[in-house]
Structures are given as C-alpha cells and as structure tokens.
C-alpha cells in the first residue's frame, strides 16, 4: 500500500503533492507495524517451541535415567540376596554334625551381577561345607595346637585390582598333603618317581572326583565339592586356588572377573583416550617435576615418600602400556600420574586426570579389548565407553616393557659357542648393588633372559657370600659406589683370592670418567658400563661373551 502511493507521487508530469505523501508515510508506517507485529509472533511461537523442545529433551533424559537406574537394580544385587543364608544353613549342619564354629561373614552388601550370584551359588556353598567337613579336629588336637574350642571359618566377598575375589578361611588342620600326593598317586594323577611339589598336589584336588575324605557324605568333599567349585569358576574365566594359612587352616580363594557392578573409579587421559582405574587400587595421585625424576637402568623412577620410608618405583606411562600413541610432554609442564597398589606398587603417568566417577562397570567387549588389561567397559556422560583397565595387568603389561626384547638376544648369548645349537647351562649371576631399585631392575632384566640370579647389598657382602661357597657364581655385576667394600675394593679383593682370579666382573655405575674406567679395567674388570647409558641389549651380549 506504502508503495503504490509513493509510485502514483513519482508519476510522470506529477508536481509534490503534501497531502499524498503524508498518506504514503502512514500508510509505510501501518505496513512496518504489521511486519513488527508479525515477527514479534513468529519470536513467540520459535520460544515457545524452544521451551517445548527444552522440556522434551529433559523428559527423555530423565527417562532414560530412570530406565538405566532400573535396568541397574535389575542387574544389580547386593551379595547377600543369594549368599545371605549361607551362614544360618552352615551353622544349622555344624549343629546336626556335634560341631562348634564361629563364622563370620564380610562383604554381602557388594552389589552384584544377579546371574554372576546365581552361577556361584551352589559351588560356594560346596566350599563351606568343605571347611566345615575338612577343617573340623578333636578338641584336644585343637587345645594342643592352642587354638579356640570352635572352628573359625571367615567367609569374604569383595573386589581387588578389579576383580570379584570370593575367599572361605578356616583355622583347621590345614590340608592333608600325604593323603593328597597318595590318592593323586593311586590314581596315576602323578607317575612314580615323580616329585610331589606343595603346589601342584594343591592344584590336583580340582581333578574330576579327587576326594581325601574317608566317607562320602554331603558335607565332605574337598575333591568332588572342589572340582564343582573349579568348573564353575572356571566357565566364568575366573581362577581357583587351594593353600595352606599361616599358623594353620586352609583358604580357598576364587578370582572373577566382574561382569557388573557399581564401583567408584578414578578417569584419566592417555594417547587422546579415556581411560577408568578402580578408585581401590589408587594408593595416591601424584604430580612431579620432570626435571627431577631419577633414572636407573634407562627408566625413569621416582621417589615417593610413605610410611615412614622412602620407596623408588620406576614409572611407566599408560599409553606405552595400552599401546596408544603418547602426547609430547609440554616444556616445563609437570608429570601427572597415579601411585598403583598393585604388585607393590609401581606408577602410572598419565596425561591428565579427568574426574572420580561411581558408575556401573559392565563386561569387557568380546572383541577388540586386550584381555590382559581390560577388566570391563562403563559409558560416560555423553553416551561415551571407556575401558576399564586391571591394575595387576597393568603390572605384568610394566613387567614386559621392562624385558622386552630381552629373551631373544639372550638365547643368542647362550647358544653354544661350537655351533651345535645346543642351549648352555643355567648361569648363576650374582649382582652387587646398594640401591634396592637398581637391583631389582637388574634382576628382573637377567630372570627374564634365563639366568639365575642372587643379590647383595654391598661389596663387603658379596665377598663373604662368594668365600662361604654358598652356590657356584659364573659372574658378577657390581655397582663402584658402596657403602662398606666399594666395587673397585670387591674387583680388587677377588683377583687376590685365587679361588676368584678368573670370575669375570661386570663394573655397572654412575661413574662414567675416563680416569675410573681406566683404574677398573686395570684392577682387571672384564667390563666397565655406565648407567647413563645403559643397554639392555649392551649388558646382555657383554654377559653372553664373557660366559
């Protein structure tokens, strides 16, 4: 409208007609208001469906909450929904057996894989009655050993390093090893001459109907009751084990890995990835100056405070662990890592520490997932899985980057110089070191490329093991720098003794100038390495020559 009176006052011959273009304005004025009011409604009904939107959105959300805490309660129970009876119905046999026990029970509030329960519920009550059956003495045997009139069996359910763990202790006679190694032996389970070693006659009570007991009843049956409790553990790709406890008694413990369960777990960053490790197995979290971390044999360690000593761990990092790729460290950006209990603790530098969550662990993917490390999956806020690692995997994982490569390079060390391919005997290496992490990373280095290996704390020590002939030493690897007899006084003492002149000496130390290389080579070393340049591969093949 606007429009068309302005074109008739643009018109052709048309002088400015006053009037007109007061009517034009208006009418541009009403036409603008219209489009305002138009837009204004258009706003409303976008907000109103934003709001509508909004609280779609927030009704699935809470849905889906409300579906997942469901399926969780379904999924989910604590211990005691299936092992709550247990202690009523053993205390209810030992009554009708004459039999005095005290049991006690830790650990029924865990929550649970309900199908998990059920798979274990017969075979952990096999094992009750088994330490209840088996664990039983007369009274006077007990008073003689000084022990409480009633048999105490302890029954535990709880997680470590993330698995299920599911223990029943007794302080009874322990198990029956003669009466094991003669029915294994009856059965043909062992040949003649072979030797009965403790474990192996322990692992032999899983065998299909292996009984010790005298009578076959419903309540003995550390035989045919154990091999049900080892098939059920074993369908779900957990262990079983059978040992004696100290003073006395027996323990059987069954390790499972977790199918579901509710857990508080630390998050953290590795090779761009996120990754969950049990909150349990957390002893500290740690950050740390690059520039002061130590070394020792090529690995990084660091000194750690605690109890009141000091510990050096050597230190991994969890990308190099789970092979993903490792982010370049920032210039002047401290360490970040995690203090593990695992396997006597070792630590765990990581990228960054994401956040501590309580979520529901669900079963490892079948496919895809290092068995070895992964104990299961949770699904992170946004619908994102992450892996959740097994602290004693990690630790073997550490224990394997430490040799690897190791085993290869040491059987070409030990291959018969002749040619014949045939594989040279055990050597004994006896290595001399003040530094208890030094000596461990050494140790661990040799056992893995097959040698046997004894240790001592100082020169001074080392001589007087090597003089009392306590078992033959084919070298030696001894640090310089040590309190007592350093290695050059040890070097120095053994060429003396004639007993000792051809033992060939590895000198392994800090001391790296030319002057102490000089003085060790002459007091008749066989070799001189540094540590700041240590080779596995270096020692390894010096030793390989020298034997």
Known sequence: RAGGALARLAGPGRGLDPDALSAALDALRTDLRGIEAGLAALAREASDLARRQAGAASAIDAAAARVRTQAERLALV???????????SLRETAREQGREIDLTVTGLDLPLDRGLLQILKDPVLHALRNALSHGAEPPEARRRAGKPPALAIHFEIGLRGGRLHIGVHDDGAGPNLPAIEANARRRGLLSPGEAAEPDALLGLVFEPGFSTAQAVDTLSGRGFGLSVVADAVRSLRGSVRLEPREPWGTSLVMSLPLSASRR????????????ALPGASVERLLRHERARLGRALGRPVLSIEGDGAERTLPVYTLSELVGAPSAEPVEGASLTAVLLRSAGGFVLAVEALRDVRTLLVLPAPPIGADAAIVSGTVILPGDVPALVLDPEGLAARAAEARSAGIAGGAAESRADPGGTGAAAPRSTILVVDDSITTRTLEKGILEAAGYRVVVCVDGQD????????????DLVVADVEMPRLDGFGLLKALRADEAFARLPVIL??????????????????DAYLTKQKFDQRQLLDTIGQLL
């Open 78 to 88: 604590p211990a005691e929904t299936v092992f709550g009876g247990f202690a009523r």
């Open 462 to 473: 080392a001589l007087d093991r090597l003089r009392a002939d306590i078992e033959r030493v």
């Open 508 to 525: 392994m130390t800090s001391r790296g100038d030319a002057e102490d290389v000089n003085r060790g080579l002459e007091l008749g070393a």
């Open 264 to 275: 508080t777990l630390l998050l953290v960053e590795a090779g761009g990835a996120v990754y």
